[in-house]
Each structure stands twice: as structure tokens, then as C-alpha cells.
């Protein structure tokens, strides 16, 4: 599904017009970039969890020259899914 498709989804679902759902989407978006960016959590209930996570140096190879390079440590953003969605997809 792309964001078009989630905007338009999100629209007839709430029964509103698109530039409504596509704002209220990238609110959304935007608070939970800046969330995370700041090191908290957002946790929805009944969904899923939001936050940053330090992946630790390492080294890695080059696949085509096979020479060590150094992966230097970064802040991913990760997301663990609610027991609520888990069960909605089995």
C-alpha cells in the first residue's frame, strides 16, 4: 500500500476528505519522527510501540573487493507490534 492508497484508505474509513486524512497523516508522521529523534517512546495501545535504537559499530566487508570496511554506530528507528495487532493477523 502506498501513502496515496493509505491517505485515500484513511479518508473513506474516517469519512473525511483526503486533505484531512493527508494531514492528519503527516502530523502523525512528523510527531513520531521528533518523538523518537528525542529518545522517548510512543506507545499506542492496542498496536505497537515507536522508538530509536543504537545499532554498535562494526566491521563489515566489501562484497566486491572483500576488503574490512568499518560500519560506524547509528540510531535506527524500530517499531514492536501489540499483542492486539499481532492476534488481528492470525
Do not use: H, W
Not at 501513502?3 to 485515500?8: T, V
Not at 483526503?18 to 512528523?30: H, N, P, Q, S, Y
Not at 517512546?41 to 566486491?64: D, W
Not at 574490512?68 to 554506530?73: T, Y
Request: charged fraction near 30%; aromatic fraction near 6%; charge should be positive.
Amino acid at each position: 500500500m502506498t501513502k496515496a492508497e493509505l491517505i485515500e484508505a484513511v479518508a473513506e474509513k474516517a469519512d473525511v476528505p483526503k486533505t484531512v486524512a493527508e494531514g492528519v497523516l503527516k502530523a502523525f508522521m512528523e510527531v513520531v519522527k521528533e518523538g523518537i529523534g528525542k529518545g522517548e517512546k510512543i506507545t499506542l495501545v492496542g498496536f505497537g510501540t515507536f522508538y530509536a535504537a543504537e545499532r554498535p559499530a562494526r566491521t563489515g566487508r566489501n562484497p566486491r573487493t572483500g576488503e574490512e570496511i568499518q560500519i560506524p554506530s547509528c540510531t535506527v528507528p524500530k517499531f514492536k507490534a501489540g499483542k492486539a495487532l499481532k492476534d488481528g493477523l492470525n
